[in-house]
């Protein structure tokens, strides 16, 4: 009868041993299939506007601008000796060690596909920071799959155009940020992957709230012991506010953020008819964002991708989970904040960000992401693998339609 009792607990020690991932591999697994799934799906050639990679060869050269002016790189600022990018510059700034080994020829989308796939174990442990180690880590490795397979980040990670490698880039420091939140919080440190995010795209300084909300609740809603912490946090990220105003006052005299009104022509174009920024422009991108559906004609391939952009639910069903995330959580409405915040500014620029999808929302899609997580719960049930799939397929469709043979509805 012991010796009964002892196999039993040795096949149990042996079943759980099988059964528990091994983390480690587990991510490693996760790179390199999302980097080849990302480096095969993408238009077969290093991106045409590989501004980044052109601004990096030019700091390694002690210039903040370009020499040349390519008639395919239509967003440059003339300036005495050459051209200024209007991009926030870190993407360049991460790169300068490559540029520094394999020169202005390194491919900027191979890049993005390295950073993409590190995004794509990020969102793995960031679920497994929301939804803790339970039994079922499979819901952790779906969640994983539905940031990386099931959203545009598979379109913005498998072009890597200077657009798109700073949306990647951003999500990366991001998710770093929130792990970090999640974990040790040191709020320096979050401060600083908050900055860095908001080095590469802007609107993303808006999270901060989020990181706020985190770090109050953690001090049990103590104001007066949130106080250090907070300062600390702040200063992290004013560390990269204050770079970038010192960028812009080398460049153009001011601290603020001006590069994209110095466009030449930029203000004549009919989507810019109010400004770069206008309150008027809220009903087009909600438009976008809520309603945007792929256009259908009569003749192969049929159905179309609109290039004006696409609705959230389409491109990722999946995040109607978002919704059922706990109300009563801090994380939950820490999230909602987050989002609302970087919404209320890129709702308000005049152009829809071209390409698959809304590109935009990338800025918030880790906090969706986050709500997206919680709202499926510590098991994954069948209807969550039916709509992360049924996204997946949605982008999958889109990549070969834009990436393999350019079929756009313009």
């Not at 401060?191 to 709230?209: E, F, K, Q």
């Not at 391939?301 to 801090?330: C, D, Q």
């Amino acid at each position: 009868m012991k010796s009964f009792d002892s196999v039993k607990k040795y096949l149990r020690s042996v079943l759980k041993i099988v059964t528990t991932p091994n983390w480690k591999i587990l991510y490693l697994l996760l790179f390199f299939l999302s980097f080849a799934i990302f480096w095969l799906s993408g238009e077969g050639h290093p991106s045409y506007y590989n501004y980044y990679v052109r601004l990096s060869d030019a700091f390694l050269h002690g210039r903040l601008y370009l020499l040349e002016n390519p008639s395919w790189l239509n967003e440059l600022i003339p300036c005495d000796g050459g051209f200024y990018v209007v991009y926030p510059p870190f993407p360049a700034v991460v790169m300068i060690p490559l540029v520094e080994v394999f020169g202005a020829s390194l491919n900027q989308t191979l890049v993005s596909v390295f950073v993409g796939s590190l995004c794509v174990v990020m969102a793995c442990a960031v679920a497994r920071d929301v939804g803790g180690e339970g039994k079922n880590e499979a819901v952790h490795v779906w969640s994983a799959v539905l940031f990386g397979f099931g959203t545009i980040f598979w379109y913005l990670a498998s072009v890597g155009s200077a657009w798109y490698l700073a949306h990647v880039m951003s999500v990366f420091f991001l998710f770093m940020a929130i792990h970090e939140t999640l974990n040790r919080g040191r709020p320096l440190l979050v401060g600083l992957l908050v900055g860095a995010s908001y080095w590469c795209r802007l609107p993303t300084i808006l999270t901060l709230l989020f990181f706020a909300v985190m770090i109050v609740s953690k001090q049990r809603w103590n104001v007066s012991k949130s106080v250090l912490p907070l300062l600390k946090m702040f200063a992290g990220a004013s560390f990269f506010v204050g770079l970038n105003m010192f960028y812009n006052f080398i460049r153009f005299g001011t601290p603020f953020d001006v590069a994209c009104w110095l466009i030449p022509g930029i203000l004549d174009e009919p989507w810019f008819s109010e400004g770069l920024f206008s309150l008027s422009y809220i009903p087009c991108n909600l438009a976008a964002i809520l309603m945007g559906l792929p256009v259908f004609i009569s003749e192969p391939p049929f159905v179309l991708p609109p290039w004006t952009g696409m609705a959230i639910w389409v491109t990722t069903p999946a995040f109607i989970y978002a919704f059922k995330s706990n109300r009563k959580e801090a994380i939950t409405w820490a999230c909602w904040l987050a989002i609302l915040a970087v919404a209320s500014v890129i709702f308000c620029r005049g152009c829809a960000g071209w390409g698959f999808g809304y590109r935009y929302a990338m800025d918030f899609y880790p906090f969706l992401y986050i709500l997206t997580v919680k709202g499926m719960g510590e098991r994954i049930k069948w209807h969550h693998k039916v709509l992360i799939l049924l996204s997946v397929l949605v982008n999958l469709w889109g990549i070969l339609w834009v990436n393999k043979f350019g079929w756009w509805a313009i």
